[in-house]
């Protein structure tokens, strides 16, 4: 039950972000859901490569015998956390040039673009 | 020379980039050779693009492991038969999707040189524009699944930042944002679900995955949320929302390539149906619900196309639709993978309608976006309400208008009507109310264009319209490279199908060359 | 050069409409040769006839895009009616509808 307690984080944030996103219609809310979402994938991500009492994935100096937690999801989730830098400094810029084309940020107003 | 040849799939991703990451330091201290840079760079990089697409359909499937000596195989002996390199793995779909994109981008290139003349920020927009060539050409090579989703990011952010930038007092913005929320979510999605499918086989290769994989709840949630954002990002009813907003209000020529990256999403799609899943699970249930999809897009993207005024809103309801032609035939022929005899009847046919249909709508979209863009960027307007005669001053652009909208209606001898054919023909020997429907909606686009072509350029020459110009030599380039291969391959069908579409199809149905090319005889 | 193209049905073969079309173009020639060669520019003669009235304003002759299908639309105006208040323009409903996407294909797929 222990182990699966990172599963159990992982899939109330997926939820929480979800829920943010559908419902809240302030944009800047729903950039704040869309990072909590991605935090949700990297968490995910981290846990799959654990084991039970493994140590860092360095191969000097390291004691005999001993489990090693996995590093290729340590990449993956590095390259993600870029992604999601990135990702989240565009949106963040288009929100700010709404705001100051619009005079608002709210989801329900911005609909020049619709049918 | 040898050099460069043996490592052909490493410079598709590095000339790009390379050129790219020069741009701005160009910009600053030589703009004067900006110009001539881009199209020197877009050029060496849609050449390399079709080298090595050559070299796949002579030589069959590459597959090249990024940082091993030339010519090891990707599984090294002493690795017991694991890659655990990076690796692009190009076989006929990857060599047919790398052609119509470099063939796409470059005929787009000639078009943006001319037409951002006169705007500011160009280094910026050319550099994202090659970093988007890249990231197209890496997500329809790439063998391994974490590389394809940082392709596809890449894609998505290049995309964005391409459509919002002529800000238009924040219309394009508002697009862009919508597009790049939507991609987001879909792309966190597809690391959601290759961290699942990580977690059971320990590896990221497509093909390791591929020889390895079962029936069970994981593989099937993974199975979904693949399916739907990558039906997302091809842009695909019911997730389509997000796709005429970005298109309508990106510059002309940025559209035209934006349908090449929606595309290889495309190509993402059935790369993991056929050959990372492939008959492992009840390919019928698979097959129908990419059918509907398929028919869902293709009725309601024609139906809302219809009472349209903006009209490059109008030619992205049209892609919508057209996408359901491409998930229709596909869907016929996943949905009857598992028998032979129906397989060689009509199934091989579905499919390669379907592939054929993507090159196709490539080229001729292409064509349509960069005929409406070139009177928009001579008249500065953009509602059909406004327009009008302008067949009296934009000859060319009239003529170019009009072979792209007999392409896209299906009537002979253009492209169109070759993939819709074939289409129609093998849809008919699955269910026959499909075909029927596929035929309402080819006569539904045909009276939409009807009623573009006639109240952009028809009629008497309006008075605002007087002194109204035709668009430079350049741009006219452009839309010529295109028109060339909407009307050869309409002239010449069978050797486009026997030889570039057919060894494509043969690549998606047969599951166990891709992973014997990969891991070297036997499953 | 220009061979068949094979769809498992039929065949399609575009010299077929490349023949059909150039006697078709030939045909069309040859009546249009035989027309009225001698007539006044500029003059009365060129004008359109609209039973005696005058020529409107080049303006107002051309259809507007917006008004070409009007019968088609109205006609189908229950669906249209449904269908075009779904394309929202908000973010939110977007992502709705990819959630409902998910549900409704993984219910389908884990069913049949």
């Given at each position: 039950m222990i182990a699966n307690l990172p599963f159990i984080a992982v899939a109330l944030l997926i939820g929480i972000a979800l829920a943010t996103i559908l419902l809240k219609k302030n944009m800047i809310k729903m950039v704040m859901g869309l990072a909590m979402l991605e935090g949700a994938v990297n968490l995910f991500l981290v846990t799959l490569g654990y084991r039970e009492n493994g140590i860092a994935p360095?191969?000097?100096?390291a004691p005999e015998g001993a489990d090693m937690v996995l590093p290729t999801v340590q990449a993956l989730t590095l390259t993600n956390i870029v992604i999601g830098v990135a990702t989240t400094a565009l949106m963040l810029v288009l929100v700010m040039v709404i705001y100051k084309k619009y005079g608002t940020v709210d989801a329900d107003k911005m609909r020049r673009l619709k049918e | 020379m040898n050099v460069l040849f043996d490592n052909l799939p490493a410079l598709l991703i590095a000339v790009p980039l390379f050129c790219a990451f020069l741009l701005p330091i160009i910009g600053r201290f030589l703009p004067q050779i900006r110009d001539a840079w881009i199209i020197c760079a877009s050029f060496a990089a849609s050449l390399i693009a079709v080298i090595t697409a050559f070299t796949v359909y002579t030589k069959g499937t590459i597959v090249y492991a990024f940082g091993a000596a030339a010519g090891s195989p990707a599984a090294p002996i002493d690795s017991g038969g694991i890659p655990f390199r990076i690796i692009f793995t190009i076989d006929g779909f990857g060599a047919f999707m790398l052609l119509s994109a470099a063939i796409v981008s470059f005929a787009v290139v000639l078009y943006l040189v001319s037409s951002q003349k006169e705007r500011s920020g160009k280094s910026e927009f050319y550099a994202l524009y090659l970093l988007l060539t890249a990231g197209i050409f890496g997500m329809v090579s790439t063998g391994d699944m974490f590389n394809f989703f940082v392709f596809l990011e890449i894609n998505s952010l290049a995309g964005a930042a391409l459509v919002s930038y002529h800000r238009r007092g924040g219309i394009a913005a508002e697009g862009a944002l919508k597009y790049l929320i939507v991609n987001t979510v879909g792309g966190l999605m597809v690391l959601f679900s290759i961290g699942l499918l990580y977690a059971q086989y320990n590896s990221l290769n497509m093909a390791v995955i591929a020889s390895q994989m079962t029936l069970s709840t994981l593989n099937i949630i993974a199975l979904v949320l693949f399916i739907t954002a990558l039906a997302m990002k091809a842009g695909s009813v019911p997730f389509h929302f997000a796709t005429p907003d970005a298109y309508s209000v990106a510059p002309s020529g940025i559209t035209a390539v934006m349908i090449v990256a929606s595309q290889a999403g495309l190509y993402g799609l059935f790369r993991i149906l056929f050959t990372l899943y492939g008959d492992t699970f009840n390919t019928v249930t698979l097959g129908w619900i990419i059918i509907v999809l398929g028919v869902l897009s293709m009725v309601i993207g024609v139906t809302m196309a219809i009472p349209q005024k903006d009209v490059k809103r109008l030619l992205a309801y049209h892609a919508v639709s057209q996408t359901g032609y491409m998930l229709l035939g596909v869907g016929v022929a996943l949905a009857v993978l598992g028998d032979p005899v129906a397989m060689a009847s009509y199934g091989q046919t579905a499919m390669e309608g379907g592939l054929f249909h993507i090159i196709n709508h490539a080229m001729y979209k292409g064509l349509l976006f960069l005929a409406v863009g070139a009177v928009i960027y001579r008249t500065g307007v953009w509602s059909l309400n406004k327009m009008g005669g302008l067949g009296h001053n934009m000859k060319w652009t009239m003529i170019f208008f009009l072979i792209g909208a007999l392409a896209i209606a299906g009537i002979p001898p253009f492209n169109g009507f070759a993939s819709k054919l074939m289409i129609y023909e093998s849809v008919f020997a699955f269910n026959p109310a499909l075909s029927i429907i596929a035929m309402v909606v080819s006569i539904l686009t045909l009276a939409s264009f009807m009623k573009v072509f006639h109240s952009m350029f028809m009629g008497p020459q309006l008075p605002e319209y007087a002194e109204v110009k035709e668009v430079p030599k350049l741009m006219i380039a452009g839309m010529v490279i295109l028109t060339i291969f909407v009307i050869g391959f309409g002239l010449f069908p069978d050797l486009v199908v026997n030889n570039l579409v057919a060894p494509a199809g043969d690549a998606l149905i047969n599951k166990g060359a891709y992973i014997t090319a990969v891991l070297g005889g036997g499953l | 050069m220009i061979g068949d193209l094979l769809t498992g049905y039929g065949f399609w073969n575009p010299l077929v409409w490349i023949a059909v079309m150039v006697t078709g173009l030939l045909i069309a020639w040859l009546i249009w040769r035989c027309?009225?060669?001698?007539y006044d520019k500029g003059t009365e003669q060129t004008k359109p006839y609209l039973s005696g009235n005058d020529e409107p304003e080049k303006g107002a002759v051309h259809i507007r895009g917006g008004n070409m299908y009007w019968g088609f639309t109205h006609a189908l105006k229950g669906y249209y009616d449904k269908l075009i208040p779904l394309h929202s323009g908000v973010v939110n409903d977007y992502l709705a509808w990819f959630l409902i996407g998910v549900i409704v294909i993984f219910v389908v797929v884990i069913m049949v």
């Open positions: 360095i191969f000097t100096n | - | 027309g009225e060669s001698d």
